[in-house]
């Protein structure tokens, strides 16, 4: 199957400090991307999609303000949680969708802690 | 009610049975189902995908769907300890962006 990259896999950040997630797809051109929150034994909550060149859609309750997206490119996707709170600690998972109808794959997914 | 439901298990099975696992929809209008599975503080790997009814099988795993029930089925054969994992339903319309996730089931295979 395809491969989508993350970096990091996991950081620790300091309350108030930004972080910065990427996103790539390493074999094949993601026409659109997503951002998902996991918490511990839950299933994914998709945060917002996004489509090379254009801005993302963020699902309700998301505040776009703070977590940002920028689909520069069809194979990198960056996701910036910006002011960063304890509460914002959490799994976040990326995935890229191919050109097939159904191909959605998912990064390995990053672990954030903030302190 | 949501619109995808999974049971959560844990599901414990011995080593080389059949896993069964399942999962019911509300929504008619979905047309594209996956089966993705999940280890521990990893990301979801796609397993098997369906469009519409019918079955689909590969190597040890076979995906069943039934829209006239709104049901779909995930059968893993000769089930291995590393099976052990937590497995998500996930469907999407035709038209949609969006995949929906079911709760996911926790699978465990002793040896």
């Known amino acids: 199957g395809a491969v989508v990259s993350q970096h990091p896999s996991w950081v620790i950040c300091k309350s108030g400090t930004s972080v910065k997630i990427e996103c790539r797809s390493l074999d094949f051109q993601a026409t659109t991307m997503f951002w998902y929150r996991q918490f511990p034994k839950q299933s994914l909550m998709l945060m917002a999609t996004?489509?090379?060149?254009?801005?993302?859609?963020?699902e309700q309750g998301v505040e776009k303000d703070k977590f940002l997206i920028n689909h520069a490119s069809l194979t990198l996707s960056t996701l910036t949680v910006t002011s960063a709170h304890p509460e914002d600690s959490s799994f976040y998972i990326c995935s890229a969708r191919s050109s097939g109808p159904y191909e959605q794959y998912f990064g390995p997914g990053t672990r954030l802690t903030v302190t | 009610q949501k619109e995808v439901e999974q049971d959560p298990g844990p599901l414990s099975v011995p080593e080389g049975a059949i896993v069964s696992l399942n999962c019911t929809y509300s929504?008619?209008?979905?047309?594209?189902f996956m089966w993705y599975r999940q280890y521990s503080r990893k990301g979801p790997e796609l397993l098997m995908y369906t469009y519409s009814s019918g079955n689909k099988e590969d190597g040890r795993f076979t995906a069943q769907v039934d829209k006239s029930s709104k049901y779909i089925s995930l059968f893993i054969r000769d089930s291995q300890p590393s099976d052990s994992a937590t497995y998500l339903c996930?469907?999407?319309?035709?038209?949609?962006?969006?995949?929906?996730f079911g709760g996911g089931t926790r699978v465990l295979v002793k040896p």
């Open positions: 929504n008619s209008a979905f047309q594209y």
């Open positions: 996930a469907m999407r319309t035709a038209a949609g962006n969006k995949l929906t």
């Open positions: 996004s489509n090379e060149g254009s801005k993302a859609t963020y």
